[in-house]
């Protein structure tokens, strides 16, 4: 079973970047599909972007194109958001997030780390 761990949040000015951090536990780390999700004040959790086992393919919501990346190192069981030209609307908690199939469901989260934008 799978333990997800987030770091890398904190307070950025906009325009600024962020990296943030999920490193899992347990075994069998490439054969999980990733995610990430966030949750702002007041809202329901949004889904921000996935990466499938091996990497080769990624998947985002249409807000974060072109300025978030995913990736990920199976051989460090690692996935990073790297977060580029942050906006005060990306201010909310990540979590990332881990299931067996590319595209959902991810049952298995993080505690999440808190990322905060100003304007």
């Known amino acids: 079973q799978v333990q997800l761990v987030e770091s890398g949040g904190g307070l950025v000015q906009a325009g600024g970047s962020l990296r943030l951090s999920c490193v899992a536990s347990?075994?069998?780390?490439?054969?999980?599909?990733m995610a990430w999700s966030r949750q702002a004040p007041g809202k329901e959790r949004e889904f921000v972007g996935a990466i499938s086992q091996s990497g080769g393919t990624t998947d985002y919501v249409t807000s974060v194109k072109g300025r978030f990346t995913i990736s990920r190192d199976n051989y460090k069981n690692t996935v990073i958001l790297q977060m580029n030209n942050l906006k005060p609307e990306d201010t909310a908690v990540y979590y990332c997030?881990?299931?067996?199939?590319?595209?959902?469901?991810?049952?298995?989260w993080g505690q999440g780390t808190q990322v905060t934008v100003s304007s």
């Open positions: 997030a881990a299931g067996p199939i590319y595209g959902g469901p991810y049952g298995k």
């Open positions: 347990g075994r069998a780390f490439s054969t999980y599909a």
